[in-house]
């Protein structure tokens, strides 16, 4: 393919995805097919010889189109959204045509210098302390991670390396593996399975702090834990608190939360993956309040800022960057250069797993400019207006229940009865394919979670997919065993 096939081919690529995403609720929102579909609808080995790009795309209906579930429908309500808009498109085609790897300052100096100052409007937005703000001379900032659940495990990472330095000040004769072996981390039973794993690759134990009424972790109990393990001679290190979980968005009371974590030395981190996003709104700001007594924060910038899943902003902001960065610091010969940590300039290889970098920060830059801190918060809000809007549908039937606090875009709900009568309106639910949810477990009970999660999602889908649920639950409850 040459520059003018490109040149060709590439207008016809937009077409193709601008039709996709303006008719893809004409498609059914979940696959109708079972695993292993696509082996033998493709050949077990590469071709030989090149093969056209009409076939290709032929293929693409054929092949990848049945197999897909389409996250940007407005008729999916699973998991959370992913967000996508045309400016981040554009950006992330920008992104891979210029190709950078920018795994230092020298190796694209706009790469990294972007990255650092979109990650500070962000800081901004969400009007965090100051602390957590890079700028020219500031010992914060931030990093745009993979996925949150890479900035969970970076922040536990550099927790224990913390925490281990600290105890070798007092105790040298201790090595690392028994240090290791007497490190007691702390999250919510509520929290995602990504904070567990992290504990599990960080070789640490970790222990599951029980929630109130309202699903959230409070400071007594955390206490209660910390103090048990401390006179079990367990060196507690780390707390993973999350606002916005995945079952049900709850917010941990991190104003009860960060004193204890100040007074027994232990890290903190913050899992806004979901939520975080939301508080560029100030109705939704107050959610932060005690942001100030923590280590890091992470959130997703896809949720709800329009940038979608490769640009994961867990900002891992860090209010004293050398925590991160010490951790993990590698400056082999060739990747040294003069101008590293200067003029505001961040290494910011330091600060995750992989060494390489691609220039993720174009979508933000573009994403930012182009909606505008209104936009962006219309976006929000017209999400969160969605999800009441459901809420009052729900609180309408008194066949069913509302499970928790409905706070942003996510709405628990079940049929008022047992956890099989919902498990199987769920089957019904995923087997007609024209809406998509999956379950949470709530206090031992079954429950269904229905996310606004498309940009396109608009109050008559949400309508459709209520009339749709109730029907479902119709049928299900004349069936004779009901």
């Known amino acids: 393919m040459d520059a003018e096939e490109f040149r060709r081919r590439g207008k016809e ?93 020298a190796a694209s100096p706009a790469c990294t210098e972007l990255e650092t100052v979109m990650l500070d409007w962000l800081g901004k937005m969400l009007q965090l302390p100051e602390s957590f703000i890079a700028g020219t001379d500031g010992q914060g900032g931030g990093v745009i991670q993979g996925t949150a659940s890479e900035a969970t495990l970076m922040s536990l990472l550099a927790a224990r390396c913390k925490a281990v330095r600290r105890v070798q000040t007092y105790t040298s004769d201790k090595s690392e593996v028994e240090i290791f072996s007497q490190l007691v981390a702390y999250t919510s039973e509520q929290a995602h399975s990504s904070v567990e794993r992290a504990a599990l690759i960080g070789g640490v134990m970790i222990r599951k702090v ?15 834990m910390v103090e048990e393990d401390k006179a079990a001679g367990l060196i507690p290190f780390y707390v993973c608190a999350t606002l916005g979980t995945t079952p049900s968005c709850a917010f941990d ?3 009860e939360l960060g004193p204890i974590c100040n007074g027994e030395n232990m890290w903190m981190h913050i899992d806004a993956a979901y939520a975080g996003s939301a508080f560029i709104c100030p109705e939704f700001r107050p959610l932060l309040n005690g942001i100030e007594g923590h280590s890091t924060v992470g959130l997703n910038g896809f949720w709800y800022l329009k940038i979608f899943f490769c640009l994961s902003t867990p900002v891992n ?18 990747l040294k250069h003069e101008n590293q940590e200067s003029g ?16 993720r920060s174009l979508k933000l830059w573009f994403v930012f400019r182009m909606y505008g801190l209104q936009g962006l918060q219309a976006h929000i809000r017209k999400q969160v207006a969605l999800a009441k809007e459901f809420e009052s549908l729900v609180r309408a039937d008194k066949r069913f229940e509302i499970c928790a606090e409905v706070v942003l875009g996510l709405v628990c ?7 099989e009568l919902n498990q199987n309106l769920l089957k019904k639910i995923t ?15 079954f429950v269904l979670r229905f996310v606004i999660c498309a940009r396109t999602t608009e109050s008559r889908h949400i309508q459709q997919a209520w009339q749709h649920i109730t029907q479902l639950t119709f049928e299900l409850l004349q069936e004779p065993n009901h």
């Open 13 to 105: 690529m937009i077409d193709y995805v601008a039709e996709y995403l303006e008719n893809v609720e004409q498609r059914p929102v979940y696959p109708d097919l079972e695993p292993g579909y696509l082996r033998s609808l493709i050949p077990s080995e590469a071709p030989l010889e090149p093969e056209s790009y009409e076939d290709i795309m032929k293929d693409m209906e054929r092949v990848i189109m049945p197999g897909i579930t389409h996250w940007h429908s407005p008729y999916f309500f699973a998991y959370f959204p992913a967000a996508s808009s045309y400016p981040a498109m554009l950006a992330d085609m920008l992104s891979t045509a210029i190709g950078c790897i920018g795994f230092s300052w």
């Open 210 to 224: 029980p929630t109130d009424s309202n699903y959230a972790v409070r400071g007594d109990s955390l206490k209660k």
């Open 253 to 255: 009371q991190i104003t």
């Open 317 to 334: 902001r860090v209010k004293k960057r050398t925590d991160i960065i010490g951790a993990f610091k590698m400056d082999p010969l060739y």
């Open 344 to 359: 505001g300039v961040l290494s910011l290889p330091h600060w995750q797993i992989p060494l390489g970098r691609r220039f």
């Open 413 to 419: 709900f079940r049929l008022k009865g047992s956890n």
């Open 431 to 445: 087997n007609s394919r024209e809406i998509h949810l999956v379950p949470c477990q709530l206090s031992g009970r």
